[in-house]
């Protein structure tokens, strides 16, 4: 739109300035034509008076013509031959064709448009009468154009500078025009952004049209009523999760009583069964409101700065009974600056090798990378187990799905959900892949850097 205006105000300028300054060369020519065919009439006269028989009073006058107008002047008489001269004539082919023309009795008055490039010689004629209408010579005045092309520059200058002025008003009325409708558009697709990734609420902006002033009233309604229900649903999770554990505290305590006095009884074992998942799945809510609570308005925690490794990784996790079936390698050596506090690292890799020990299969190996690449820290745990179907890698760290081939195996389908909420609120990505020639590949980027 702005280009538009502006390339519209400009080819507006141009079709007025073109024939204006058209108009001013062609009205100082004209003056000049005027004045100086009078100068040229008063030498005819003069040459007319003298006659053929006095040319000494003719020299006398262009002589004294000369010393004031400092203009070049020829007088022929009926057979071409001077009868009177003073200083040079530029172009002597032309004012022989000029004087021929003067001697039929045809005055060549006209000037060519005086330009701030014209050359400043411009010759005019006029026939010279004695007593009779038929030209018995006649004369040449050399028009010295200097000072009319110096006036046309200097309306031109005044003119294109005007206009000059005037596009410069344009554009600065077009830039505040522009930012005026704008700025708020900016600021609506700043939201907009912010919208889809469920972050941030708009507060209305009193700028621009009306019509976007409204907008920006209800887009800031909007994300005020979506910030508020996301607030709600987090403290309901934490809520919900810290009121049902007292309870199942209480359950659990009640099953060991019954497990006690019938260890063999298959309906207290499947009870104790279940009790264990909804233990786990509450864990892995809390985990989740817990990370979206400590999380800023713009989805980003407070984070620190450690150093730590793959193989600091790995061998934190060989010291777990609960993963020692699981073999952990460390693919890379170097430390690492990883922008998030050490506990949300070692949860995000602790999931990632727990889920190994649980779908990887009988004898698993989880292999550890951490490196850093352009100003990020990332995280690879892969895996050789059967992985997943490509149509499937989408879904992962949805909130309580699970692989059809992992339904029946222990887990709440929580797990990734937790990673990617640690994940998001320090600010980084979770990627997904198929590995070669089997299992999982998930990398997690970071801030980060290495540690020299």
């Known amino acids: 739109m702005l280009i538009g205006l502006l390339l519209l105000g400009g080819v507006s300028l141009v079709a007025v300035l073109v024939p204006l300054l ?89 000037l060519p448009v005086v330009l701030p490039w014209s050359p400043s010689a ?34 031109w200058s005044i003119a294109v500078g005007a206009a000059l002025v005037l596009l410069g008003a344009l554009v600065v009325f077009s830039l505040r025009f522009a930012d005026w409708v704008l700025r708020p558009v900016r600021i609506l697709d700043t939201a907009a952004a912010e919208g889809a990734e469920g972050t941030g609420v708009l507060p209305a902006v009193p700028l621009g049209p009306p019509e976007i002033q409204r907008l920006s009233r209800s887009v800031a309604r909007m994300t005020q009523a979506r910030e508020e229900a996301l607030q709600r649903q987090r403290g309901l999770v934490a809520d919900v999760s810290h009121q049902l554990r007292n309870p199942l505290t209480a359950m659990r305590y009640r099953v060991d009583d019954l497990l006690a006095d019938d260890p063999g009884s298959e309906a207290v074992t499947a009870l104790d069964g279940d009790l264990e998942r909804l233990s786990a799945t509450l864990d892995r809510l809390l985990a989740i409101a817990e990370v979206e609570q400590r999380a800023s308005p713009e989805g980003v925690a407070v984070v620190g700065e450690h150093v730590t490794s793959a193989p600091a990784l790995a061998a934190l996790f060989r010291q777990r009974r609960d993963l020692d079936r699981i073999r952990i390698l460390a693919a890379t050596r170097g430390e690492v600056v ?115």
């Open 338 to 452: 990883v922008g998030c506090r050490r506990s949300d690292l070692e949860d995000i890799a602790f999931i990632l090798v727990e889920n190994v020990g649980k779908y990887g299969g009988p004898s698993p190996t989880a292999t550890i990378a951490l490196w850093a690449e352009d100003g990020r820290a990332l995280l690879r745990v892969a895996d050789d187990g059967p992985g997943l179907p490509d149509e499937d890698l989408g879904r992962v760290g949805t909130r309580f799905w699970r692989a059809e081939p992992h339904r029946s195996l222990p887990g709440t389908g929580l797990g990734h959900a937790v990673l990617g909420a640690i994940v998001h609120a320090n600010g980084g990505t979770v990627t997904v892949s198929s590995g070669r020639p089997s299992g999982l590949v998930v990398t997690v980027a970071l801030a980060g850097s290495s540690w020299s």
């Open 22 to 110: 058209g108009a001013l060369a062609s009205a100082r020519t004209q003056a000049l034509v005027l004045q100086r065919g009078a100068a040229l009439d008063e030498i005819v006269a003069v040459a007319t008076t003298a006659g053929d028989g006095d040319p000494v009073t003719l020299q006398r006058y262009l002589d004294r013509f000369f010393e004031v107008h400092g203009e070049s002047v020829l007088v022929v008489d009926g057979e071409g031959g001077p009868v009177a001269a003073v200083g040079e004539v530029p172009d002597p082919e032309r004012a022989d064709r000029m004087l021929l023309s003067a001697q039929r009795n045809l005055p060549q008055y006209d």
């Open 122 to 155: 411009q010759p005019i004629a006029a026939p010279v009468r004695r007593g009779s209408e038929v030209a018995q010579g006649g004369a040449l005045l050399v028009v010295d154009a200097a000072d009319a092309r110096a006036d046309v520059t200097r309306s």
